[in-house]
């Protein structure tokens, strides 16, 4: 599959890590560190007030942030991230509802090689603008990005904005011709996981992993929904897509997978509401080092699970 | 080992070949022909191909591996010529393949509308890769648009595509609402909404005339010459089996290859079909769960065995990501009864139809989590009597207690948002109620605003009122509307503007309607609401009109119609009587009649008749004169000053000039008008909806009286000095009374119910008020003044007047 380069170097992402509320502070919660260990160390000594920091401010503002550049930024751990070569930063709030459940963040490494593409989408004016991303070599396609915008129903970050579930997106590059598919096609990039973003109040937001060949954010992806107008009141979730470097297409029209709650990861997921990290544990599925798996609210319920293998 | 050929290499003969070799991977030498350069691969996955959400690669089913596993002679993208059943051979491009079983597997071919201009390059049908590979090629183009022919499955799975490809797309569908075949008007519409949420224009009731362009498509013209331009026609208007090659070979063939449910041809025993190419007793099959079946069935068949393909109720899916929709069985059957189920904040419909306490069809949109379950109770005839008060709630709440709403609103927390509209939230209401002794859900709206603008949640507001006061609080008795919703038609007409509804599928979802398609009662009150609150938008739905209206002349005892053409102010001439005399007599009409409102009245016109009547009629200068409306019907007036020696003003002249003002708006009852020249009153204007007196100072309008099962005189609204002022204050008022009045109700008791002096106050003591029902009348007009006589007589509605079959009178005896 174009997702499913097994040849891999280094994952566009370095470190991926979950902050959870408790009382008026954001505390960790879990994460993969990779082998950043002296990142992760220092991370644990850490918390978060509203507004501090990275994850605080994706608490305060009630929004997804992209932080581009740590030095001289609120950013709090700027010495450690140098030391461990990382320069960029997303942080996902996780809003059930009102209510802020969980802030994930994920961190890259800069390099000339690494190409892939995290986006932030927000609505303006009836139209998804980028509000900000992180691109990693593939600088032609930032350009392209932001000079982009999205009516409802159009692409990637407009068809999960219109159907309000996540969308994975395949051939991004080649069979896709949409407007920024040029550019993509030259970036590398082949699957598109978009994602909704809920937060407190009437904002749209659309978070995007673009996964290149050489530098891939996942070589699985797995969609899952929960949701009661889907699967009733059983509490499971139903895999409505997916595609992995060593299966192939997850997905089964006539008879898709089912789980329940704190069955697996993914359930684990489903289950607390919160985001689920793994790396280097056997309960991942087979042929994969790390996962992680991201709750989707509508309302105060969990109404689907991402989830992305590397 | 016997030699099987199959023609063509599509998913029902996918599914044989699985099938066979599971059972006996011996029996046949198997070789396979196929037009299309390619295997088999799911075809009913092509619209997330199309789409980008999934690869070729990904629905790929057999690929060269597996049919090299299986020992297949794979002849794709070789055509096959002919079919010799005497040497029992196949013909191919590249030469024949002799057989002992031959399957014709040649699926369908996409129906093209036989339109100018359909084979311009930029035309495309929908049914294999090659198709979509086009459509996303032309997807390609920045800013291309493109037309989709067809609301059906296929049409709206290529329109959701093209549209995240980024094309800018407009889906044209012939009839009424999307997907007619599987689903009713109410998810119809919430389909049709999420379409458009998603940027795709949606056009029903549109019929392609044309495709426009010189070397290339163009653009797409429609019969009303409405022009949409097209860089891309996609035409998804259905299918037919593709049946040439049985055709030449002798086979018999109905609509599809005739066959026996063994799957068998009729005339040749060792000749088969499967799939879409098929016909069995009248049935054809174009979805996939049936193909798998009949697979099954001639896989045992060839191998000697005896089984029988049955068909069986079918449920259909939308692949469209993030819409939700599931329909089974039958939903039209007569004698049905059914069970609805709303929820307009979650856009949830669902419908249950019951025969005979078992289910027979449901619709889903929104929810469809129990569609599974339904369609099982459908397929096993499950009496469902003893569930029946839950099963529209779904499996989970089988056998369990039934729901308590009070118990629900009890449980929410004091910070639960109970308004939306004004965010007032469950602890501010209970302590309003409490701290300031509310017993009224008037006086909880003024004093929290909750439930005071959309009202949406008054229902929920009522229960919180209830569970505080306990029984302290009696809701305010609300006549609803009718059986198919609690509401009333005051609270209906005021969420159709609050929420901006603009259709009757639109009010019924939005307003939790408990019938699917509404009630002879519900439905002409909504269509007036909507004409008058949404002159300009709203299309008139004439299925939703009394009879009278929809042939816009009076139904009598005997079935035939009386006619009555407008003359304005009552005043006529020799012209116009010699062409209603002549029309007398050309129809052989048996009465003619004056009328109370100064009209003359051609009674016992058979129906058929009826455009012709007009035709003449119109020629002489007649438009209809609304008899049969709950609408402007006559200005009576007497002869004025003109000719009378107690004439004040020009008491006919203003009827008239009313009458010209006025006809053609709908209103909630019917309205007649009068004008008399003094108070001597031979108009009889003092018990008319509204009538004027002229006196040697002006005008004095009356309204709100009654001469017909009540006897009522006018009261009395004002006097202005002016013709001008006389026409404005009549207009504001019939305006008033449009928007304010229910459905049936007439002028004198909507007065009475609001009282006189509110519409004095409204009318005469707030003349901004006045100036804007005056406009807003004049605006109406705009799109109401069209004579209904001359639409018809051009051809509008031509199915209403249809002669029924003539019956001998032996053979109806």
Same mark, same amino acid.
């Given at each position: 599959m174009d997702a499913a380069v097994l040849d891999t170097t280094r994952t566009f992402v370095e470190v991926t890590e979950i902050w959870i509320p408790d009382g008026d502070r954001l505390v960790q919660a879990g994460g993969n560190y990779g082998s950043h260990g002296e990142f992760e160390a220092i991370s644990g000594m850490e918390s978060f007030a509203k507004g501090e920091g990275l994850p605080g401010k994706a608490w305060l503002e009630e929004r997804p942030v992209v932080l581009k550049e740590f030095d001289g930024s609120y950013f709090k751990r700027t010495e450690a991230a140098r030391a461990a070569g990382l320069t960029s930063a997303v942080a996902i709030p996780v809003f059930a509802d009102t209510t802020l459940k969980a802030v994930l963040v994920l961190l890259c490494a800069d390099d000339d090689v690494r190409t892939g593409a995290i986006e932030v989408w927000a609505e303006k004016d009836g139209l998804l603008m980028l509000e900000d991303g992180y691109y990693g070599a593939a600088k032609h396609f930032e350009w392209v990005s932001q000079h982009t915008h999205f009516p409802r129903g159009q692409g990637l970050p407009g068809g999960v904005w219109a159907a309000n579930t996540p969308m994975l997106m395949r051939d991004l590059g080649s069979g896709y011709k949409f407007i920024r598919a040029d550019s993509a096609g030259r970036a590398g990039l082949t699957t598109g996981l978009g994602m909704p973003v809920p937060v407190p109040g009437n904002r749209a937001y659309v978070l995007t992993l673009l996964s290149a060949r050489g530098t891939p954010i996942a070589r699985r992806f797995e969609l899952w929904d929960a949701r009661t107008a889907k699967v009733g009141t059983s509490g499971q979730a139903v895999l409505i897509d997916g595609i992995c470097a060593h299966e192939g297409p997850l997905w089964n029209e006539d008879n898709p997978r089912r789980i329940g709650a704190w069955q697996g990861l993914v359930g684990k997921a489903l289950g607390s509401g919160l985001p689920a990290v793994e790396h280097g544990r056997p309960s991942i599925v087979h042929g994969y080092d790390t996962m992680v798996a991201l709750p989707i609210y509508q309302g105060d319920a969990v109404a689907h699970v991402v989830a992305w293998y590397c | 080992m016997q030699k099987l050929v199959i023609i063509g290499a599509g998913m029902a003969s996918g599914r044989l070949l699985e099938h066979l070799f599971e059972l006996d991977p011996d029996a046949f030498d198997v070789t396979l022909f196929n037009a299309e350069p390619r295997g088999n691969y799911n075809r009913i996955m092509l619209s997330p191909v199309l789409s980008g959400e999934k690869s070729y690669e990904e629905i790929i089913t057999h690929d060269e591996d597996w049919y090299a596993r299986n020992n297949v002679a794979c002849r794709f993208g070789e055509h096959v010529t002919k079919i010799d059943r005497e040497r029992k051979v196949v013909v191919g491009e590249n030469g024949e393949v002799p057989y002992d079983k031959l399957v014709i597997a040649t699926g369908s071919a996409p129906f093209i509308i036989p339109v100018e201009g359909r084979n311009l390059p930029g035309v495309v049908t929908y049914r294999d890769l090659d198709d979509t590979n086009a459509m996303i090629e032309a997807s390609g183009k920045p800013g291309a648009k493109a037309v989709v022919i067809g609301g059906g499955l296929l049409g709206l799975e290529a329109a959701a595509g093209l549209r995240l490809r980024g094309m800018d797309v407009s889906v044209i569908h012939l009839s009424g609402h999307l997907m007619e075949r599987q689903l009713d008007e109410a998810a119809g519409y919430l389909l049709k909404r999420d379409l458009e949420r998603r940027g795709i224009k949606v056009h029903c009731n549109s019929s392609t005339a044309a495709i426009l362009g010189d070397d290339r498509v163009e653009g797409v013209l429609l019969e009303d010459d409405t022009a949409f331009q097209a860089d891309l026609v996609v035409m998804a208007v259905g299918i037919r089996p593709e049946t040439r090659l049985a055709v030449d070979a002798g086979l018999e063939v109905a609509r599809g290859v005739s066959i026996t449910p063994q799957m068998q041809t009729l005339n040749d025993p060792d000749v088969y079909a499967v799939g879409e190419c098929v016909d069995l007793d009248g049935m054809l099959f174009g979805l996939v769960a049936p193909l798998y079946d009949q697979a099954k069935v001639l896989a045992e068949n060839l191998l000697g065995g005896e089984a029988t393909f049955v068909p069986k109720d079918l449920a259909t899916k939308l692949k469209v990501t993030g819409i939700d929709l599931y329909s089974a069985g039958d939903f039209s059957a007569e004698d049905r009864e059914e069970i609805v189920l709303r929820d307009a904040a979650a856009a949830v419909y669902k419908r249950l139809v019951l025969k005979d306490n078992r289910l027979i069809g449901a619709v889903m949109y929104g929810d469809t989590a129990d569609g599974a379950w339904f369609f099982d109770l459908v397929k096993n005839g499950a009496d469902i009597s003893e569930m029946r008060e839950t099963l529209i709630f779904g499996q989970a709440y089988q056998g369990g207690t039934p729901l308590d709403p009070m118990a629900a609103v009890a449980a929410l927390p004091d910070d639960a948002e109970i308004c939306g509209c004004n965010g007032v939230c469950k602890g501010?209401?209970?302590?309003?109620?409490?701290?300031?002794?509310?017993? /009224?859900?008037?006086?909880?709206?003024?004093?929290?605003?909750?439930?005071?603008?959309?009202?949406?949640?008054? /229902?929920?507001?009522?229960?919180?009122?209830?569970?505080?006061? /306990?029984?302290?609080?009696?809701?305010?008795?609300?006549?609803?509307?009718?059986?198919?919703?609690?509401?009333?038609?005051?609270? *209906?007409?005021?969420?159709?503007?609050?929420?901006?509804?603009? $259709?009757?599928?639109?009010?019924?979802?939005?307003?939790?309607?408990?019938? $699917?398609?509404?009630?002879?009662?519900?439905?002409?009150?909504?269509?007036?609401?909507?004409?008058?609150?949404?002159?300009?938008?709203?299309?008139?739905?004439?299925?939703?009109? !009394?009879?009278?209206?929809?042939?816009?002349?009076?139904?009598?005892?005997?079935?035939?119609?009386? *006619?009555?053409?407008?003359?304005?102010?009552? *005043?006529?001439?020799?012209?116009?009587?010699?062409?209603?005399?002549?029309? *007398?007599?050309? !129809?052989?009409?048996?009465?003619?009649?004056?009328?109370?409102?100064?009209?003359?009245?051609?009674? /016992?016109?058979?129906?058929?008749?009826?455009?012709?009547?007009?035709?003449?009629?119109?020629?002489?200068? !007649?438009?209809?004169?609304?008899a049969y409306a709950k609408g402007l019907r006559t200005v009576k007036t007497c002869v004025g000053n003109d000719w009378c020696r107690f004439g004040t003003q020009d008491s006919t002249g203003l009827g008239i000039r009313l009458e010209k003002f006025m006809w053609g708006s709908w209103t909630p009852a019917k309205v007649k008008l009068a004008v008399s020249g003094c108070p001597r009153n031979c108009a009889e204007a003092t018990c008319k909806d509204v009538g004027v007196i002229c006196v040697d100072s002006g005008f004095e309008i009356h309204f709100a009286g009654a001469a017909g099962l009540e006897i009522k005189g006018t009261e009395v609204l004002c006097q202005v000095r002016t013709e001008d002022e006389a026409l404005e204050y009549i207009v504001a008022l019939t305006q008033m009374y449009r928007e304010q009045a229910r459905y049936l109700e007439r002028i004198y008791k909507w007065a009475k119910r609001i009282g006189y002096d509110e519409v004095r106050r409204q009318i005469v003591d707030d003349p901004e008020r006045r100036r804007h029902f005056f406009d807003r009348f004049v605006f109406s007009q705009k799109f109401a003044q069209v004579d209904p006589w001359s639409e018809r007589v051009s051809g509008k509605d031509k199915h209403e007047f249809r002669p029924m079959a003539i019956v001998p009178k032996e053979a109806a005896e």
């Open positions: - | 501010k209401i209970v302590n309003a109620i409490t701290e300031k002794g509310l017993t /009224g859900l008037d006086d909880v709206r003024a004093h929290t605003k909750a439930s005071a603008s959309c009202g949406a949640c008054t /229902g929920l507001v009522e229960q919180l009122m209830s569970l505080t006061l /306990g029984d302290a609080f009696s809701p305010a008795a609300v006549q609803p509307m009718c059986g198919c919703t609690d509401l009333g038609h005051d609270d *209906v007409r005021r969420l159709i503007l609050a929420k901006e509804l603009k $259709s009757i599928d639109a009010v019924m979802q939005e307003l939790e309607w408990k019938t $699917s398609c509404g009630c002879a009662k519900c439905r002409p009150a909504l269509n007036y609401y909507l004409v008058c609150d949404w002159p300009d938008e709203y299309a008139d739905d004439y299925q939703s009109r !009394f009879i009278n209206e929809r042939v816009h002349a009076n139904v009598q005892k005997d079935g035939t119609y009386s *006619v009555v053409p407008r003359m304005w102010g009552g *005043v006529t001439s020799s012209k116009e009587l010699r062409a209603i005399a002549d029309v *007398v007599d050309k !129809f052989n009409i048996p009465t003619v009649k004056c009328t109370g409102g100064q009209r003359i009245d051609m009674l /016992g016109i058979r129906k058929e008749d009826l455009p012709a009547v007009w035709a003449d009629l119109g020629e002489a200068g !007649f438009v209809s004169g609304h």
